[in-house]
């Protein structure tokens, strides 16, 4: 694009061939934001479907499909989406998002790691020849590469998108301004490539202006209300967390572990989170985040090995929150994870030496998109995990995304898997489906 501000004439219709358009304008696209638009459309009605294009330089886009949320307060019967994660270009075809396009979800929501910051791996199958990004240009590129999938844009054209970041976006496993490793910068030079990364992030997702960044400072966690049936806490789990305890690997715990002041979430956003639990009337209370909340043993036998870039490595604020879910109580509490590439389905309780104790919500995890490359289900591992997580209920280390129903009486969830991504045109399977009943924290195999 040439350095200078282009114009972007947008429409929003009722119908897919635009006999009925309800909004249009026309946007300026400047080289100071990467030539993006944003456009927040006024006046449309609630709980309904809409197609919308753009224009620019005599060139007319795809059309995308939208909806509006159903007005606050409305009885939905039914919401359907998908959640997934960890997108690295490199490692594999998108063709999870092939098949997730021609599904019929009113949202999808990304949880992180749609970029992958690093060079090409040695296992790349298809390289995107660039370097390490640490400056707004690469960061732009890197996205520039990515968009270009046609399964990714058919995913984005299918349905709105909520999306929150996880590491990779800026840089693997950071800590608020403590990067990885930690003396590759000082503070104050991180949060300079921080900042260029923030920016690149807003360019290219679809976020309000609420949300515009300043500096190395950006506003992501929100809420979302899909009328009483369910709200939506999107958090961000990178931004404000102290640095990881005890080296930040999986090892065994140390004081760090149990560190009161240690936090994941920072004070500002655990308040906003509680505030809006407090207050919630919706049917199921849903966390859209990133790392896994449920605190994993990974050693078998009586040695203890946890995993201190998730929520176990701030056990004290894990706890605090497991617990606002049982005193409050919090009616049907849902968290939804990526990070991990690997599906995952846990009851959680809030305390995990306790096997007696009561699950007060259910964590589901999402695997990747592409990172790991190709994947197999391991039924065997399962086995070893259980012996000491008895509170897993089920893992698997295929590609894919899930999909989830939700109804006033229950919600169903469906791990879709695809068995390979090194080469294109695999077929999607439903590897495994739960179901949860309202007012019980259970998982139950379908």
Not at 228 to 242: H, I, M, N
Request: glycine share 6%; with cysteine.
């Amino acid at each position: 694009m040439p350095i200078k501000s282009v114009d972007v004439g947008w429409q929003v219709s009722e119908d897919e061939s635009f006999e009925r358009v309800v909004a249009k304008g026309t946007a300026n696209a400047t080289p100071q934001w990467g030539h993006s638009v944003h456009v927040e459309v006024a006046g449309l009605r609630p709980d309904r479907w809409y197609w919308y294009r753009f224009k620019s330089c005599g060139e007319l886009s795809t059309i995308g499909r939208t909806r509006t949320l159903p007005i606050v307060g409305s009885d939905p019967d039914r919401l359907r989406f998908a959640f997934v994660s960890c997108q690295k270009y490199e490692m594999g075809y998108y063709t999870a998002y092939e098949h997730l396009a021609r599904e019929d979800h009113d949202l999808v929501f990304h949880l992180g790691d749609y970029i992958y910051e690093k060079e090409d791996s040695s296992q790349a199958v298809r390289p995107h020849h660039q370097p390490e990004c640490t400056t707004l240009d690469g960061y732009r590129a890197r996205y520039a590469v990515g968009k270009c999938d046609p399964h990714l844009q058919a995913a984005h054209a299918s349905a709105p998108w909520i999306v929150t970041w996880d590491d990779h976006e800026v840089n693997n496993d950071y800590a608020n301004a403590v990067s990885e490793p930690a003396n590759r910068y000082t503070a104050e030079e991180f949060l300079v490539r921080r900042a260029a990364a923030y920016q690149a992030y807003y360019e290219h997702m679809p976020l309000r202006r609420s949300s515009l960044p300043s500096g190395a400072d950006m506003l992501i966690y929100r809420r979302f209300n899909f009328g009483q049936l369910a709200e939506f806490s999107v958090l961000d789990t990178r931004q404000y967390r102290t640095d990881q305890p005890c080296g930040g690997d999986t090892v065994p715990p140390c004081d760090g572990e149990l560190d009161p002041a240690a936090t994941i979430m920072g004070s500002r956003q655990r308040d906003w989170l509680f505030n809006g639990l407090n207050q919630s009337t919706a049917g199921w209370n849903v966390l859209a985040q990133q790392v896994q909340m449920a605190r994993v043993d990974f050693t078998a036998g009586p040695d203890l090995s946890i995993d201190m870039d998730k929520w176990a490595g701030y056990e004290q604020e894990r706890r605090l929150l497991l617990r606002r879910f049982r005193d409050q109580p919090v009616e049907n509490a849902v968290v939804l994870t990526g990070d991990s590439h690997e599906n995952w389905a846990n009851e959680l309780v809030p305390h995990f030496d306790d096997p007696k104790a009561k699950p007060v919500a259910v964590e589901l995890m999402g695997t990747s998109i592409s990172s790991g490359g190709d994947g197999e289900d391991k039924p065997e591992y399962l086995e070893s995990l259980l012996a000491d997580n008895p509170f897993i209920k089920y893992h698997n280390n295929e590609r894919g995304y899930v999909h989830c129903e939700i109804t006033p009486d229950s919600w169903r969830t469906d791990f879709r898997t695809v068995p390979y991504i090194s080469r294109p045109d695999a077929p999607v399977l439903t590897r495994a489906s739960f179901m949860i009943e309202s007012g019980h924290s259970k998982l139950n195999r379908l």
